[in-house]
């Protein structure tokens, strides 16, 4: 981390004014100073970083130490440099001390010096930008089914292009989100989100090539610990309609059931989202 720009956290997106402030999230630097424009013009002219997203609420988060974890752990990957994560968790304290409720929380990890020519020696800067958080009981999701792979899945990095072009054509179609599948017709992931499913007598995770997520660790471990199966298995697009539920699960919202893919109808059972809804908020939130 740059010294002291990689110390703290407060302010606003400072030279973007007022208009363009009120049409989306605050974004800081780690060193309580509002992000410049020179700070963002290489996320937004390459968009090479990484980020993790999570829910803070009364200076605690779920997961906060899988989170830290995996900003480190790409920051390695992508940079091949260390990030201070206790500057980042400290400026994680310092948003939740002004929040009045609940907020998500996304840090995000780029370098300002970053060009096409992709030159040595980076010095990677943490960036907070934060939004309001959805409701804890958010509506079912009504998703359509698209083949895509995201690039380098085990890591969460910034290169949304790709899921967020078929986020917009599935809303433009009627549907919530995008479902994504592997070229062989297995599901992997949504735009944002992991997918979970219940057989009748197991959660299954699908096998695939997707970015390991936070929550569906915790969901996962909380799960084994109460006594509920669970198994990692290819799932195809196919196999959807036979199962007795399929769940969405992100920071931001917890759990969220999926009522339907591509128009076609699925269960969702009431007591069985109230049993997933009830382990993960069983999961001690971390003091920040």
């Keep these: 981390m740059r010294g002291e720009r990689a110390a703290g956290v407060a302010g606003e997106a400072g030279a973007a004014g007022e208009g363009l402030r009120s049409r989306g999230p605050r974004v800081t630097r780690l060193d309580g100073r509002p992000a410049t424009a020179d700070d963002l013009a290489a996320l937004a002219l390459y968009n090479y970083g990484h980020f993790t997203t999570l829910?803070?609420?009364?200076?605690r988060a779920r997961g906060l130490a899988l989170h830290l974890r995996r900003l480190a752990d790409d920051c390695r990957t992508l940079f091949a440099a260390d990030l201070d994560t206790r500057a980042v968790r400290g400026a994680l304290r310092r948003v939740a001390e002004r929040s009045e409720g609940p907020v998500t929380v996304r840090v995000t990890v780029c370098a300002p010096e970053m060009s096409l020519d992709c030159p040595e020696g980076l010095t990677p800067l943490a960036l907070i930008s934060t939004?309001?958080?959805?409701?804890?009981?958010?509506?079912?999701?009504?998703?359509?089914?698209?083949?895509?792979?995201?690039?380098?899945?085990?890591?969460?990095?910034?290169?949304?292009?790709?899921?967020?072009?078929?986020?917009?054509?599935?809303?433009?179609?009627?549907?919530?989100?995008?479902?994504?599948?592997?070229?062989?017709?297995?599901?992997?992931?949504?735009?944002?989100?992991?997918?979970?499913?219940?057989?009748?007598?197991?959660l299954l995770w699908p096998r695939a090539a997707c970015l390991p997520g936070v929550t569906a660790r915790l969901l996962r471990e909380a799960a084994t610990a109460g006594g509920v199966p669970t198994l990692d298995a290819p799932v195809t697009r196919g196999e959807l309609g036979a199962l007795r539920g399929v769940f969405a699960t992100n920071a931001a919202f917890g759990v969220r059931p999926v009522a339907a893919v591509d128009g076609t109808a699925l269960p969702v059972d009431p007591e069985l989202l109230t049993t997933l809804r009830t382990l993960y908020a069983g999961v001690p939130a971390e003091p920040l």
């Design 55 to 59: 829910r803070v609420e009364h200076g």
């Design 131 to 202: 939004r309001p958080a959805p409701p804890d009981v958010p509506p079912p999701l009504r998703l359509a089914t698209a083949t895509y792979v995201r690039d380098l899945p085990e890591v969460k990095h910034t290169g949304l292009f790709g899921a967020l072009r078929l986020r917009g054509d599935a809303r433009r179609r009627g549907f919530d989100d995008a479902l994504l599948l592997d070229r062989d017709g297995r599901v992997q992931e949504g735009t944002t989100f992991t997918i979970c499913c219940w057989d009748g007598t197991r």
